[in-house]
């Protein structure tokens, strides 16, 4: 548990139990429903939809999940159109642009996870894929998530340059909108091989092929509170649950670890 986090919890003492670690659940019909709007990168899909309903056992409060590109929801917030009350990007840079652009408070960056990738592909049509087999006419479709705005997509790229392929396969590939959809290219056929994240790899029958870390530069992933947030207080019991030991056992499977501290 964090340093200062019961000295939160005091200040909600109607909420608690004398043993229990988060509010206890709401069970006052009168109670008016709580609920958190949570923004994350689409590689934590399966990690925090399971992450959300463990929290909400925990807390009573409902947690509502828009996953998509981290440069897209960076955009968003960053113009104002959507009030997100924590927001899990994929890298750590885009937290660092909204706290410059004055939409986040520097002190609520937390560092969250170190992402991994990995090739993608049907075990069915061939034994292993090595960074050389994607040259081969064998492979025509290689879908990676569009290394513009998604931070999956620009370490996919990196890797196909240190590999020294990213010419010769650059007319293959198939850019999807962030790394979920390159997820379901892979699945649906229409591809023959993706550079996907680990995470969403853990619940695909595909074969999956990690990418040495040191082929890209690091997925340093970490979140944020945005300033447009009305849920403040809830979206602190939110990232604690991330950080227990609970939290952190749910993250742990689905392939994330903590980044090692500097």
Not at 16 to 31: T, V
Not at 144 to 172: R, S
Not at 245 to 256: H, L, S, V
Request: net charge negative; proline share 3%; charged share 25%.
């Amino acid at each position: 548990m964090k340093a200062g986090y019961c000295a939160l919890l005091l200040g909600t003492i109607s909420f608690l139990s004398a043993c229990s670690s988060f509010p206890a659940q709401q069970n006052d019909e009168s109670s008016s429903a709580e609920e958190l709007h949570v923004a994350a990168a689409s590689d934590l899909y399966h990690a925090f939809t399971e992450l959300g309903k463990g929290f909400e056992e925990e807390t009573g409060i409902e947690v509502t999940f828009s996953f998509g590109s981290t440069g897209q929801i960076t955009q968003q917030i960053e113009q104002g159109a959507s009030s997100y009350d924590v927001f899990a990007a994929a890298h750590e840079s885009y937290i660092d642009r909204l706290i410059k652009s004055g939409v986040m408070d520097k002190d609520t960056k937390e560092r969250y996870a170190l992402g991994r990738i990995g090739l993608m592909y049907d075990s069915g049509t061939y034994e292993t894929v090595t960074p050389k087999d994607l040259t081969e006419k064998n492979i025509e479709r290689i879908a990676i998530a569009n290394p513009d705005h998604a931070p999956y997509g620009k370490a996919a790229k990196e890797a196909l340059k240190t590999w020294g392929i990213w010419d010769e396969v650059e007319e293959k590939l198939v850019i999807g909108e962030n790394i979920r959809q390159t997820l379901q290219y892979v699945e649906s056929g229409n591809v023959e091989v993706g550079i996907v994240a680990v995470a969403l790899s853990k619940q695909s029958s595909l074969s999956f092929e990690p990418i040495h870390s040191e082929d890209h530069e690091p997925l340093l992933q970490a979140l944020g509170v945005p300033n447009r947030s009305g849920q403040k207080e809830e979206a602190k019991w939110f990232i604690d649950y991330m950080f227990s030991d609970e939290g952190q056992a749910i993250m742990n499977n689905y392939g994330f670890s903590l980044p090692e501290e500097e």
